[in-house]
Nanobody, 124 residues
């Protein structure tokens, strides 16, 4: 069973950047479809980005600002976040779908393993 651990969150001013990392242990990250989700206070968890065999997809709210990538040697998933906005404030979770799909899913029910999350706070 793969275990996921996020890091890289913090406090940043609007317009700034952060890079989140998600280290996988107990399994090869290259064998999974990987995703990032976030949950803001008082809101439901929402899809941010995901990467599968043939590329990635993004939520409309982050398209053009966020980039998902993976380093299979380091067994690490990344989320580069640029031009951050106060509405990006949330706990960010990485997730693994045990199937390496051709295209990733936006639905959190497709993901089998979850990290504890890392807090991102964007001040205005």
């Amino acid at each position: 069973q793969v275990q996921l651990a996020e890091s890289g969150g913090g406090l940043v001013q609007a317009g700034g950047s952060l890079k989140l990392s998600c280290v996988a242990s107990g399994g090869a990250l290259s064998s999974y479809t990987m995703g990032w989700f976030r949950q803001a206070p008082g809101k439901e968890r929402e899809f941010v980005a995901a990467a599968a065999r043939f590329g990635g997809i993004y939520a409309d709210s982050v398209k053009g600002r966020f980039t998902i990538s993976r380093d299979n040697i380091k067994n690490t998933l990344y989320l580069q976040m640029n031009s951050l906005k106060p509405e990006d404030t949330a706990v960010y979770h990485c997730a693994a779908d045990k199937l390496l799909r051709s295209l990733p899913s936006r639905g959190e029910r497709e993901y089998d393993y979850w990290g504890q999350g890392t807090q991102v706070t964007v001040s205005s």
